[in-house]
């Protein structure tokens, strides 16, 4: 039995399209993608998508810098330069891994958020505004059958990073969503528990 026979199905609610949910509950990140292009059309699409998420007071706090080809390294190389001026003693080959990390899938999108001044509830809801655009990001393009990945790490914290990606004083990295055609690999199964231990039904079920 498939995951969306085994949802309880809602019989008094409208279905609408091709059931989303399905693709909600079908999408994994995927790590290893080919290195084939996607067209710039393709990404805007996804954009498209992420920009379409809510957004309390209509701040628009997201910013996303498409990378692809040569610039992917650029990135990575700042990253490598960060690290090894403040480790000295690493070595070359962890170096070189650095500057690469980026090149792992065709385009990586770095998205960002830049938070509105002032008033730290806005500040805050600007944040949690892109990360709900970087999961219709994620699902946009499961939706058009890529693989995708949602990554952070060390780089979404260096400033030479940010500074190599053109963002703004007072930026933030998000995430770093890779971006490709999925390889072979089959997806890792799903990871989650169930609602018994993270929801509290009053009032209404549990069903
Ligand atoms: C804020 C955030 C940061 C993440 N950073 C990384 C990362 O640096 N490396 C990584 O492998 N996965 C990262 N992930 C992806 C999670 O590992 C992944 O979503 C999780 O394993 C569940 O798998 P699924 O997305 O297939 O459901 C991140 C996810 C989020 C929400």
Redesign the pocket.
Known sequence: MGEDAKRPQPEELERVGDDPLALILGR??V?RVRPDAIPAAAVAELLEAAVAAPNHHLTEPWRFVVLGGDARRAVGEAHARAMARGRPELPKAGLAKEAARLERAPVVVACAVHPSAGDPVTRREDRDAVAAAVENLLLAAHARGLGA?????AMADEPEVRAALGLEEGDEIV?FVYLGRPDDTPP?A??RGGLGDVVTWRGLGPP
């Not at 990945?149 to 790490?153: A, E, L």
């Open positions: 994994r990140s790590g990945m949602w990554r952070t790490g995430a890792a799903r990871s």
